[in-house]
């Protein structure tokens, strides 16, 4: 109805004058039960019904007006009262914020319950990755709609992010004023959307995200709307606000409870540091080993500490490029360094949180550890300097008196008497230039130097190479004793290294030239077996067979028949049989029992069974092409010396 009709319906009720039954009551009536619009017709419906005059139908219309605009405000107050409500209840929770995770799904919650949409959603930016995503959701029902990520300007909630102000589509799908994307689109036809309203977050001029509620049919939001959920935009913002700084101040809070315990525990921690650097100088006064170092440490730093000797690994090098400790997976590692020199490492198991204090205390006694090493090197040196010097005296000195041999050998606790072998070592690996073959040789003596010293022997550097004098120990032969020096030379040089040894020695060592005759005889052994390709090997002239004669200084004929052919000589001795004469035949008939049955006069088969006894007197291979060779060669010097 017009103002015009209003106006005139109220001049009808004035000149109409008083009533018995005031127009205002049927709608006072209707107020006070809270009932519909369509229910404020009926009283002007029922008055034209009865035919009442048109000024009580007027004053009806007029009362209706006025009751339908009283019923409009009452409504707008209860929404308002009901916002402000909500508002209120949002704000209370801020005020007692703890949980972000919880305001949020409050707040959308009620913006969706306020606004009566189906869904309401919230989502905040990324700045790594300069996009918003969907933080919190409520009535949302499809997956992808929930795990959407908007691009500036993309989408209603992009342009509201990228603008900073709010927006409204009453049809999503057919509003151009924003760019659609196939991700988005298909989320929001997933979820069904159709009317959204979007407001940003604000913290100052900056956005952090976007409040948004949505219906699943076309809707047009009112301006009291999109105020209140800009409203409950702005709190949403103030909460993850106060939650930022509440979690900067934690942080804050923690890093002082943190510093406040690095403070206690710093007086304990110099306290150990007080206590191992006095244990550390102790031990060097009263002479103390690198074991008990590692003993000393690993008690105030209350772990396993050992020191290594093991070379290569990546976190050694870059302990000793550094010149610090360096951490290993769970436990730590420092090099023990002189001059540029890589001599181990002490290794702190199981501390993967180790103090910078506690760190420092490990690289002290690590330097502690090669002052002792350099004090222990020292001293290994000027004894290995004295046993070569005396095993030079053996080589060159013709003219010294052997009682002053053996009591200068006695003080390095040698005994010239007892049984020796001389060993000649030489490395045999390739060498890039003098400089590197020099510090190769220099590694080669020190290694045989402190073989020597560990196995009561003599070593001296002579001829490119090392010479040895060890005693051979019950058991044990010379073979074995050269190959195993070899091996533990190679070993320690990490190079192929030759070894020759002579025949064991009993007691002429002392002797003059004793020592220079068996020092030419493993000389010619380490020749030969460089000259048979035998390097990184260790051997002595009886692995050499009839060659040995040629290799040994004395030219041990006897022993060369007796270890070739003895067994078959004495069992001829022992029985009277012809064995030795059986196999002077068979070699002369060119291994044939038929032509060797004919020179000797006997059956064939006494032929084979002489033949048969003395493989198991020699060995089943003693029909091999070598062991044929030095068995003749061993028949024949046994004729010659019979003769």
């Not at 220099?442 to 060890?470: E, I, Q």
């Not at 058991?475 to 074995?480: A, E, I, K």
Request: charged share 25%; hydrophobic share 45%.
């Amino acid at each position: 109805m017009s103002r015009d009709h209003v106006q005139s319906a109220e001049r009808s009720v004035r000149e109409a004058g008083p009533s018995s039954h005031p127009a205002e009551a049927p709608f006072l009536e209707l107020l006070a039960r809270g009932a519909a619009v369509d229910a404020y017709e009926e009283p002007v419906l029922r008055a034209r019904a009865a035919a009442e005059p048109a000024a009580r139908i007027a004053a009806l219309e007029h009362a209706k007006l006025l009751a339908l605009r009283v019923r409009s405000e009452l409504e707008g107050r209860r929404r308002r009262e009901a916002e402000l409500s909500a508002l209120f209840e949002t704000a209370h929770d801020l005020a007692g914020l703890r949980d972000l995770d919880a305001v949020l799904p409050a707040i959308v919650q009620r913006a969706r319950s306020l606004l009566g949409t189906d869904v309401a959603y919230l989502s905040l930016h990324d700045p790594a990755r300069g996009d918003t995503y969907m933080r919190v959701t409520e009535g949302s029902v499809a997956a992808r709609f929930q795990q959407l990520r908007l691009g500036m300007g993309e989408g209603l909630g992009g342009l509201v992010a990228q603008t900073a102000r709010p927006y409204v589509t009453d049809d999503y799908f057919r509003d151009g004023r924003f760019q659609h994307t196939t991700t988005i689109d298909a989320g929001v036809q997933d979820e069904g959307l159709v009317a959204i309203l979007g407001v940003p977050l604000m913290l100052g001029p900056q956005v952090i995200g976007v409040l948004f509620a949505a219906d699943r049919r076309a809707r047009v939001f009112e301006r009291e709307q999109i105020a209140l959920l800009g409203s409950f935009a702005a709190l949403a913002a103030a909460a993850i606000d106060t939650a930022n700084l509440l979690t900067e101040t934690r942080s804050a809070l923690a890093g002082l409870e943190r510093a406040n315990e690095i403070i206690k525990d710093r007086s304990a921690v110099i306290e150990r540091a007080s206590d191992i650097h006095d244990r550390l100088a102790e031990l060097v006064l009263r002479g103390g080993g690198v074991h008990d170092v590692a003993a000393a440490v690993a008690e105030v730093l209350d772990g396993a500490v050992e020191f290594t000797e093991s070379a290569g690994t990546p976190a050694l090098e870059a302990s000793r490029a550094e010149g610090h400790a360096v951490r290993h997976g769970k436990d730590w590692i420092a090099a023990v360094t002189a001059g540029g020199e890589l001599l181990g490492a002490l290794v702190l198991r199981g501390h993967p949180d180790l103090d910078p204090v506690d760190q420092r205390t490990l690289e002290r006694a690590a330097m502690v550890t090669s002052l002792l090493l350099l004090a222990r090197r020292s001293a290994a040196e000027a004894e290995q300097r004295v046993r070569g010097e005396l095993l030079d005296d053996l080589l060159d000195a013709r003219d010294r008196d052997p009682r002053l041999l053996r009591e200068r050998a006695t003080r390095l606790h040698a005994d010239l008497d007892a049984t020796h072998v001389v060993l000649a070592a030489r490395l045999d690996g390739p060498a890039a230039d003098a400089d590197q073959e020099a510090a190769a040789r220099r590694r080669l003596w020190s290694a045989a130097s402190h073989l020597a010293a560990t196995r009561h022997g003599l070593a001296a550097a002579r001829d490119g190479g090392t010479v040895l004098l060890l005693p051979l120990v019950r058991g044990d032969t010379v073979t074995d004793l050269a190959r195993r020096t070899a091996r533990h030379l190679g070993t320690a040089v990490h190079e192929a290294v030759t070894v020759g040894a002579s025949a064991a020695a009993d007691g002429r060592c002392a002797r003059p030239d004793g020592v220079a005759a068996a020092y030419v005889e493993a000389r010619r052994c380490l020749d030969a077996l460089r000259l048979l390709g035998r390097t990184g090997d260790g051997a002595a002239a009886d692995d050499f067979g009839f060659l040995g004669l040629l290799l040994a200084g004395d030219r041990d004929i006897a022993g060369f028949v007796d270890r070739t052919v003895g067994q078959v000589v004495a069992y001829d001795e022992r029985r009277g049989t012809e064995l030795l004469h059986t196999l002077d035949a068979y070699f002369a008939c060119g291994m044939s029992p038929a032509r060797t049955k004919d020179e000797l006069h006997v059956h064939v088969n006494t032929v084979a069974q002489r033949l048969e006894r003395v493989g198991r007197l020699l060995g089943e291979d003693w029909q091999s092409p070598a062991r044929v060779l030095e068995i003749q060669l061993a028949l024949r010097l046994h004729r010659l010396s019979a003769a």
